[in-house]
């Protein structure tokens, strides 16, 4: 994985609450077999018409946030669904964090895994960051890990918490598996005593 | 020793490692996979050169993509990129020696109802799966969670999650169920109540005399939508029903075995004075047949309710209340019980088991689907399925005009040719009334079993208590 340095960029304001994956990509794009590619679709019912023309009014058609890095959103972030299908089409797409009020708990451990910071934030803050994101491509975001802080276009700076091995891995592009292969060992050691304890599992 | 809520003590007895912030190593018993999120998970162990850790203790079965309408061995029933995924699965299986259910076996069907048929979730466990109503096994008094497909990588090489402890959340419901109040009912009151999001962050474990007096099928129901609460896993502490469901299946334990089992099986529930985070508490008097009239689980009410006035929520929810009566084509004040239906659909891992079937046949047994009505059964299993016809259920279904169809998710996703068209109005007995959930412009209506039979027979939706 790569890893996740400080982003300053364009931020495109989504003011909707329950955006579930459902929304974020759709079921028919979920018969891929590969992770890659799924931007195209990001969105895609709100995005396009059916004869797969973009809809002018939706954020990321307008010049303004087609390069957008960030996104900032209203409460309960990219419920349903477990399909990581939905960060991989953010992160396909470019989006590198996402702001919300609350994600909800799968897809906020997902975005962990493909390098793509959701950051949680009092509402009053989204509301802020929100109207921000507004003013468009001359606007820029500035979103630090390392100091745990966004800051605004206006030079508002607040600090958000987040999980210090999340962290850790974000920033140094760590991937889960090599991190738990170390730990071998113990799970040899864990397997053994449970066999004894519960040999019917 | 302290005391201990159900979820601690499962919690307590899988963890391989726990670091100083309490970042820790679960292990996971029961790894559940199936076509959709599981490909690109295989190709990253073989990119790597890594190896399924434990084949014995993973299961798979295709259930998403697979069309549902008989014949369909043929692979031309499927578009190709559903063979695909299909293809992926068979091969995935074969080639890493898992368990594997495909779609020509009788035992196929949606993973959530396979897993407990075949004896695979057993009190106790950890199960995972790439789906997030993984939920469902919560019933048995199990740990189960939906997971994602870096996560399902990550169990199929170690057999281990990293995951932080969640919080404690106690959802009662006390007394009895008044007639025509289901399992589904008591769940979606429960979203209802709390919301999409009440459970972020927790684990619920439900209980209370309303939950014991259910099945294992309802209780299987109740665990099913927990996340559509928020909550990543449901539970309910295993007693007499728990054990009598899986004694005798195919992978549950015999003998010496079994009795060790249950031995520490009696020990799995929360003690007196554990303590809980959050408490939520329902009469169960208080629950009535209830629909959804949004495109949100939490929007819920009585079926004698009339559609609400987006103006009476608050905050973001005022906005999203007009999105969704916009979506919806409906209007406040509007009788819920007014609402013509196009489509009806009974199946899903929320409500695909006979007992499912039961009640909807009991409701249509002798009657017929309002005329110009596409309904459909879906059965959760192939075993569903044969038990159904076996108890003369199917004959119901298909003299009412219902199709009867093979094993699957189905429409509660349409990932496979089950799909609703722009504006179509389905009465469905899955979990999410999601925006384009059953189809692009599709509009979805969550009920009970027994409420959609209802809605089916008279072309609105309909109070089941006026059958009765």
Redo the contacts between chains.
């Keep these: 994985m790569e890893k996740f340095e400080k982003i300053t960029g364009i931020a495109a304001p989504l ?4 955006i ?1 994956t ?2 974020i990509i ?3 794009f ?6 890659s590619g799924l931007g195209v679709n990001l969105f895609d ?1 709100m995005r396009y018409d ?1 004869q797969g023309n973009e809809i002018p009014d939706f954020v990321l058609n307008q010049p303004a946030y087609r390069e957008a890095e960030i996104l900032v959103a ?3 972030f990219g ?6 299908h939905a ?1 991989w089409a953010l992160k396909d797409f470019g989006i590198k964090c996402v702001i919300a009020p ?5 897809f906020y ?2 975005c962990f ?2 390098g793509i910071l959701p950051i949680v934030l009092p ?1 009053e803050a989204v509301d802020v960051l929100m109207k921000d994101a507004e003013k468009g491509s001359n606007a820029r975001m500035v979103v630090d890990l390392e100091a745990q802080t966004v800051t605004s276009s206006d030079g508002e700076v607040f600090s958000f918490d987040v ?3 999340k962290k850790h891995c974000l920033l140094n592009g760590l991937d ?2 090599g ?3 170390e ?2 060992g ?2 040899d050691t ?2 053994a005593q ?1 066999a004894q304890a ?4 | 020793m302290s005391p201990k809520t159900l979820y601690d003590k499962i919690w307590d007895a899988h963890v391989v490692h726990e670091d100083a912030d309490g970042t820790s190593l679960l292990y996971i018993d029961r790894h559940l996979v199936h076509e959709v999120t599981s490909p690109q998970a295989f190709e990253g162990l073989r990119m790597a050169g890594r190896q399924v850790r434990a084949p014995g203790k993973t299961i798979a079965v295709p259930d998403h993509n697979v069309p549902t309408t008989p014949g369909r061995e043929n692979p031309d029933q499927m578009p190709e990129d559903s063979r695909i995924q299909v293809a992926a699965l068979d091969k995935n299986a074969q080639d890493f020696g898992i368990h594997y259910y495909p779609v020509s076996d009788v035992r196929q069907g949606i993973v959530h109802i396979v897993g407990p048929e075949q004896g695979w979730t057993l009190p106790g466990m950890t199960v995972v799966c790439g789906d997030s109503h993984t939920a469902t096994h919560g019933a048995f008094g199990a740990l189960a969670h939906g997971i994602g497909t870096s996560e399902v990588e990550h169990v199929l090489a170690t057999q281990t999650l990293i995951q932080k402890k969640s919080k404690n959340m106690k959802v009662e419901i006390t007394g009895k169920l008044r007639p025509g109040v289901t399992a589904k009912d008591i769940t979606l009151s429960v979203i209802g109540e709390t919301g999409t999001a009440g459970g972020t962050g927790y684990v619920i474990e439900y209980c209370g005399e309303a939950i014991r007096d259910l099945s294992m099928e309802g209780r299987m129901t109740v665990c099913n939508m927990a996340i559509e609460g928020g909550a990543r896993a449901g539970l309910i502490a295993p007693d007499e029903k728990t054990f009598e469901y899986v004694e005798g299946r195919p992978h549950a334990p015999k003998g010496a075995q079994w009795e060790a089992a249950m031995e520490w099986w009696k020990t799995l529930y929360s003690d007196d004075d554990a303590h809980w985070d959050k408490v939520v508490t329902i009469r169960g008097e208080d629950i009535a047949p209830v629909v959804t009239w949004g495109t949100s689980p939490e929007d819920v009410l009585p079926i004698t309710a009339e559609v609400p006035d987006p103006a009476s929520f608050a905050g973001g929810k005022v906005s999203a209340a007009q999105r969704a009566l916009d979506y919806m084509g409906l209007k406040p004040g509007q009788k819920l019980s007014d609402i013509e239906i196009d489509t009806v659909f009974i199946g899903s891992c929320t409500n695909g088991r006979i007992e499912d079937l039961r009640a909807a046949a009991a409701v249509v047994k002798g009657k017929k689907i309002k005329e110009g009505m596409r309904a459909m059964v879906v059965p959760g299993s192939g075993l569903v399925r044969a038990q159904a016809e076996e108890e003369g259920l199917a004959d119901i279904f298909k003299e009412a005009g219902f199709e009867w169809r093979m094993a699957g998710c189905s429409m509660c996703l349409a990932m496979n040719p089950d799909q609703l068209s722009e504006g179509e109005r389905c009465a469905s007995t899955s979990n999410r009334n999601f925006e384009g959930r059953q189809g692009y412009k599709g509009r979805t209506h969550l009920m009970s079993p027994a409420m959609a039979a209802a809605a089916a027979v008279t072309g609105r939706l309909t109070d089941v208590r006026e059958l009765m």
Excluded: Y
Aim: hydrophobic share 35%.
């Design positions: 003011p909707l609450v329950n579930d459902d929304m759709p079921k028919q979920l018969k891929t077999i590969k992770r019912e059916r209203g409460e309960n419920c349903g669904s477990s399909r990581e960060p609350s994600f909800a708990d799968i451990s997902n895994k493909n509402q999980d210090s091995f889960d598996i991190l738990t292969m730990k071998a113990a799970i864990f397997e449970a519960r040999p019917w599992v």
